[in-house]
C-alpha cells in the first residue's frame, strides 16, 4: 500500500502522478489553469456543488436528499426538534428500527420507542421501517441511495458511497438542523483519492480490504475528516454488494464519506432493486487532482484479523498463526493499560497446540449480513459441521429481502445443517447487545467494530471477552474447522456467486410512508420512559470548570463516553440514560458531575455555595476581577481527554455529560468531527490544548470572558487553573461558523432554535 501525503494527480482515471512531479504532468499534456482547477475534476466536488447552497465552495451550506435514523436515536432527534419547533418533515426521514432487542433488563420501554416512531412518522410525515425487517444501512442501500445523492444519517456507519451516494453519519443535532431546513455547514474538506488495482484473491473478502486499509491509516490520520473517492481499474473486479461491505467500514478509518466510482454492476444493482434510475455514471474527471492520495493492489490482500479491541490493530490471519504467543501477549498487554480494571483478558489460554481456539462466530449487521457473504459462508460450510464444543456460530442477514433471496438459494438450510442459528436483521452484536460470549471468551465477528464492551461484557463486574473481526469467510472456515482459527486461503473451494434477485414484498407490506402527508393533528404516542430534554443554561460571561473525569488514553471512544449495549435500554430517557455515562471508563464521574451542578445551580442563582467561596476569592484577586459577580461564573463540569471521540455517532456521548451539568470538553485533538459537532450542538465548548495539561482531576479551571470571546472568534483563549497557586493556560476552540457561535452562547441547539422562534 502506497501513500502519496503531499497529493498526487491521476490522468484518465488510470496514471498517478504525485504532486510534485510538474514534468511529468507536463509531458501529459496538462499545465496552467487545468491543473490549478484539477481539484475540481472529483467525484465528490460535483456532488457536493451539486448539494451547496452557499454559492462558496470553500464554506459548504449543505442540504441532504434524505435523513435515516435507527430506534437508538431517533427519539432523541424527535424530541429534539419537537422542542425546536417541528412542523413537518421536509424531506424524507426514514426511521428504521434494527437496535429493537435492547431492553434485556425486561418491560414494555423497547417497543415503546417503536410505537412513539410510528407516531411520529404519521405526524410528520415520515418512513417507518419496523423491526427485524431491515438494518438501517442494508434498507437504505435498497431503497434509498442513488447515484449523485447525499444522504445524512445518526448512525456513524452511515456509508452508501459504492452506489455514488455521498453519505454522512453525524450526531443527532446535524439532523435536527436538515428537519428545520437548516443546513450541514462544513469548510470543503480534503479530497483522498483511494485507487484500487488487481482483484481480490481465494478466500478474500470485503473485511480483509477493510482491515489492511484500516490498519495502515488509522493511526496517522492520513483520512481523518476527509472524503475517501475509490477509483481505478481494481473497482471492476468487485461487484457492488462487496464495495458496499467496503464502504461500510470507511467509518473506522475517522473519514468524513466515502464514494465510488460507478459503473455497469452499480447500474445492475439498482436496476435490480427496482430503480435503475438513480442510475448514473460519476467517474473522476480526465485531469484530478486528490490532496491526497492512496495506491492500494487488492491482488496483494490476505485474509485479516483486526485484534481486540479496535479495527486497525491488524494482521494477516497467517502471520499470527505463525507468532500467536508473541502477538496475542502484546494485545493483552495494549488492552490492560486499555480497561485500567483488574480484570485481565487471557488471550494466550487460546492457544492449544500451536493453533488458536476461538469461542464464537458472528457475521451480522451492515458488514457481514450481505447476500454474497453468507452464500459464500454458506459454501465454505457446505457438508461442515461447527462442531459440539463451546464454538458456535450465529448469521444475522442484514434484511427480509435478502433472508428471502438465501432462503430460495438454499443457503439458509446449509448453515442451519451445519449447526450455525439464523436470526432476524439485528444490529445487536455490532454494539453488544446480543450473542455476548461467556466470561474469557474470543469472538471473531463480521461486524462494524470490535471496540471493548461491544461484545457484551463488564469489565467493572469482573466480566470481560473479546471481539476479533473478520471477514464472513474465514469466519465460515473457522467454524468448518470448529473453531479453530482458519483463513479462508487455507482451505481449497471455488465459488461463483449466483446472481441475486430482490424481492421488496415485505417492505411493501410493511414500510409506512407518510412523506408529503404529515398528518398533524395526530398525537405522538409516549411511553412512561420517554422523557424530555431538560432546561440547559445560556453561556454566561465567564466560566469556570471542574475536572470530573481525566482521560489520558491515546484515544477515548464514544462507546467509554456513553456505553452501548443494554445501557441503551434507555435511550429515550435523558437523564435516566446519563446515569451511565463514563460508568465503564471513570465509574465515579456521574457522582461528581451531579455534585458539581447541584453546587452551579446554588451559585447560578444567588446562593453563594460554601463550596466556591475559596476558589471565587482566587478569581478576584486576579487582575481586573476584583469586582466580578459571583452570578456571572458558571461552574459546570469538563471532561479532560487526549483524543476523544473516535468511534459511534450517537449524540448521546455529548448529551449526557450536557444533562449532568457538563459545559466542555478539553483535548489535546477530538477523533472525529461529529463528536466535535456533537459538543457544539449541545452547548458544550470543544477547547483544545496542545501543552501536556498541568492539571489533574478536580482541577478548578477559570476562562474568563468567554461569551465574548467566542463571538470574536479568539484564536487564543487564556484560562487559569485554579489550585494552590494560579497558573496561566492556553486553549483554542478552532473555527467555529457564526450558527455554532450562536449555539454555544444559546447553551444548546434547542435554546438557539426556540429564540429564534
Known amino acids: 500500500m502506497k501513500m502519496y501525503e503531499k497529493g498526487a494527480y491521476l490522468v484518465n482515471g488510470t496514471t498517478i502522478v ?61 424530541q429534539t426538534a419537537k422542542a425546536s419547533g417541528l412542523d413537518k418533515f421536509p424531506l424524507p426521514y426514514i426511521l428504521t428500527n434494527c437496535h429493537n432487542t435492547l431492553c434485556a433488563v425486561g418491560g414494555t420501554i423497547n417497543e415503546d420507542d ?3 416512531g410510528l407516531s411520529a412518522a404519521k405526524k410528520y410525515g415520515g418512513i417507518y421501517l419496523p423491526p427485524h425487517l431491515g438494518v438501517i444501512h ?51 474538506p480534503e479530497i483522498v483519492g483511494v485507487f484500487l488495482t488487481g482483484k481480490p484473491g481465494h478466500g478474500v473478502g470485503p473485511h480483509d480490504v477493510n482491515i489492511a486499509i484500516i490498519t495502515a491509516v488509522f493511526k496517522n490520520n492520513f483520512v481523518k475528516n476527509r472524503i475517501m473517492e475509490f477509483v481505478g481499474p481494481g473497482v471492476t473486479g468487485m461487484s457492488t454488494d462487496f464495495r458496499n461491505g467496503v464502504d461500510v467500514m470507511t467509518t473506522e478509518t475517522t473519514c468524513l464519506s466515502s464514494v465510488w466510482q460507478t459503473d455497469e ?92 481456539k476461538v469461542d464464537q462466530g458472528i457475521i451480522a449487521g451492515c458488514a457481514g449480513g450481505t447476500f454474497t457473504n453468507l452464500m459464500e459462508a454458506a459454501h465454505i460450510l457446505q457438508g461442515a459441521s461447527t ?10 442477514p442484514s434484511s427480509q429481502p435478502v433472508m428471502m433471496e438465501l432462503l430460495r438459494q438454499n443457503a439458509i438450510t446449509t448453515l442451519l445443517s451445519a449447526g450455525a442459528t439464523v436470526r432476524t436483521a439485528f444490529c445487536g452484536p455490532c454494539f453488544g447487545a446480543g450473542d455476548t460470549p461467556a466470561n474469557g471468551g474470543l469472538s471473531v465477528r463480521h461486524t462494524t467494530r470490535n471496540f471493548p464492551n461491544r461484545e457484551g461484557s463488564k469489565p467493572g463486574k469482573g466480566q470481560l471477552a473479546a471481539v476479533a473481526l473478520m471477514d464472513a469467510r474465514s469466519i465460515a472456515a473457522t467454524a468448518a474447522a470448529g473453531g479453530v482459527l482458519t483463513g479462508a486461503d487455507e ?36 411511553g412512561p420512559n420517554i422523557k424530555d430534554w431538560p432546561e440547559m443554561p445560556a453561556l454566561n460571561k465567564h466560566m469556570l470548570l471542574k475536572v470530573a473525569a481525566f482521560i489520558t488514553d491515546d484515544v477515548t471512544t464514544t462507546d467509554e463516553l456513553i456505553p452501548s449495549g443494554e445501557t441503551a435500554s434507555f435511550r429515550s430517557n435523558p437523564m435516566g440514560l446519563a446515569e451511565f455515562t463514563l460508568s465503564r471508563r471513570v465509574p465515579e464521574y456521574v457522582g461528581k458531575a451531579k455534585a458539581i451542578n447541584q453546587i452551579a445551580v446554588a451559585n447560578r442563582t444567588g446562593k453563594e455555595p460554601q463550596e466556591l467561596q475559596a476558589v471565587l476569592q482566587k478569581i478576584k484577586a486576579l487582575a481586573d476581577f476584583a469586582t466580578v459577580k459571583n452570578t456571572e461564573i458558571d461552574l459546570s463540569s469538563v471532561v479532560y481527554a487526549t483524543k476523544p471521540g473516535d468511534g459511534s455517532a450517537r449524540e448521546q456521548a455529548a448529551s449526557c455529560q450536557r444533562v449532568l451539568g457538563g ?95
Open 18 to 78: 504525485p504532486m510534485e512531479d510538474k514534468a511529468k504532468l507536463q509531458s501529459l499534456g496538462f499545465a496552467g489553469e487545468q491543473a490549478e482547477k484539477a481539484w475540481q475534476g472529483t467525484i465528490s466536488y460535483q456532488i457536493l456543488k451539486a448539494h451547496n447552497i452557499s454559492n462558496n465552495m470553500e464554506n459548504l451550506q449543505i442540504k441532504f436528499d434524505s435523513l435515516t435514523s435507527h430506534d437508538l436515536t431517533y427519539v432523541g432527534i424527535i
Open 114 to 116: 417503536h410505537v412513539f
Open 138 to 188: 442494508q434498507y437504505m442501500r435498497e431503497c434509498w441511495a442513488g447515484c449523485g445523492r447525499m444522504i445524512l444519517g445518526s448512525d456513524s456507519h452511515t456509508r452508501y458511497g459504492a452506489l455514488g451516494t455521498l453519505a454522512i453519519g453525524e450526531g443527532g443535532g446535524e439532523l435536527v438542523k436538515q428537519i428545520l431546513s437548516q443546513t450541514y455547514d462544513i469548510a470543503y
Open 265 to 356: 454492476d452499480t447500474k445492475k444493482y439498482l436496476t435490480e432493486h427496482r430503480r435503475g434510475q438513480e442510475y448514473k455514471e460519476l467517474r473522476p474527471q480526465t485531469l484530478t487532482y486528490y490532496d491526497r492520495l492512496i495506491e492500494v493492489n487488492l491482488s496483494e490482500i490476505k485474509p485479516m484479523i483486526a485484534l481486540p479491541f479496535h479495527p486497525s490493530n491488524g494482521y494477516t490471519i497467517a502471520d499470527l498463526k505463525a507468532n500467536p504467543k508473541d502477538i496475542l501477549h502484546e494485545v493483552e498487554e495494549s488492552v490492560q493499560k486499555l480497561i485500567s480494571s483488574e480484570v485481565k483478558l487471557d488471550l494466550l489460554s487460546k492457544v492449544e497446540n500451536g493453533k488458536i
Open 387 to 396: 462442531g459440539k464444543d463451546e464454538f458456535a456460530l450465529s448469521v444475522y
Open 491 to 526: 482451505i481449497d473451494y471455488e465459488y461463483t456467486c449466483p446472481e441475486y434477485h430482490y424481492d421488496p414484498k415485505p417492505y411493501e407490506e410493511r414500510v409506512y410512508n407518510g412523506f408529503n402527508e404529515a398528518k398533524t393533528a395526530e398525537k405522538l404516542i409516549y
Open 663 to 757: 459545559g466542555a470538553n478539553i483535548a489535546k485533538e477530538y477523533a472525529t468531527k461529529r463528536y466535535r459537532s456533537n459538543l457544539i450542538n449541545w452547548g458544550m465548548i470543544p477547547f483544545t490544548l496542545e501543552q501536556v495539561p498541568d492539571f489533574a482531576d478536580d482541577a478548578y479551571i477559570f476562562v474568563p470572558n468567554i461569551k465574548t470571546k467566542i463571538q470574536e472568534d479568539e484564536p487564543t483563549i487564556e484560562a487559569y487553573v485554579i489550585g494552590d497557586k494560579v497558573q496561566k493556560i492556553s486553549l483554542k476552540v478552532g473555527a467555529l461558523t457564526a450558527e455554532e457561535k450562536d449555539i454555544i452562547s444559546a447553551g444548546s441547539l434547542i435554546n438557539y432554535n426556540r429564540r429564534a422562534k
